[in-house]
């Protein structure tokens, strides 16, 4: 890795720029940025990297993949490469925003160590978002200080303590949006949540790779489609192919991260007889192709890390 410390201009909104380039691929690794009154997230963004975004002041609404989600200050986002996300803004907004490439950190990987997969990201039925209380605050405080402090070292064991305070921070959002949010856990449920959708969740993850109909599921759970519909709406604030599409390229993007499977096979596994056709849906859906994807962040890149 080699260090990019840079005071960007002060017209730009954005100061105390700190990122970490991949020497072999030219890419970012691992970037801290503070941002203060600024625009930069007006327009729709789809980065090849992780995002962590806390909102310390401002409200307003993010849009991310196809859900509005309303947001007060205090609000930490966390956002999957080529996840589209744009904030609209009703009071100036100031925050941290931290940013890691799975070559830097691949949270596939060290699921078990962390355990933030599943909860702070890739969680269909979970806002992307959780509240940080005054308690989190000063913890996040500390350990952002120090992710500062060292970055700008360019010491021995840089990337290995860089690493360690990314995971300290990872650990302590996932144990927050967890207690916030119960029903991010795997296999939790919320009692205000129906029966029928808690079933729903059930088989969609049984099912995903071989029924990708709204109207499979529904014959499943014996309701109606529209009926189906109307309750994923309210409850999720998604339609069911919505729900159906995610699942399928959560796991599509998990076969491109850690394995060296062709798409054909990727697609096969997730039962699509046509590779042109899956490549299309992925496309339209994570707005980039398999290939692509692989190439910027999946096994070629994340091998390495």
Known sequence: MIIDNCLLNIDMDIYNTNTLINEQTGNLAFKLSEFDNSCQFCDTHRFNYYSLIWIKKGRGTAQV???????????????????????????????VVLNFH??????????????????????IYSPPMLCVTDDMKNELERIIEQMYAEVQKSELAQYELLVSYLKIFL?????????????????????????????LKNLIETHYKTMHSAGEYADLLNISPKALAKMTKNHFNKTMTNLISERIIIEAKRELYLTNKTVKEIAYDLGYDDEHYFSRFFKNNADISPKTYRETVGFARAAMA
Do not use: M, W
């Open 65 to 95: 993949d196809f859900t509005e989600y309303p947001f007060t200050p205090n609000t930490l986002f966390a956002v999957t490469p080529y996840q589209p996300f744009t904030f609209t803004e009703e009071e100036p907004l100031e925050g």
């Open 102 to 123: 799975p070559d830097f950190f691949c949270i596939h990987k060290h699921h078990e160590q962390v355990a933030c997969n599943g909860i702070l990201f890739n969680n």
């Open 171 to 199: 650990i302590s959002a996932s144990r927050a949006k967890a207690k916030q949010q119960p029903e991010a856990l795997e296999g939790s449920t919320d009692e205000k949540e129906p029966f029928i959708l808690q079933k």
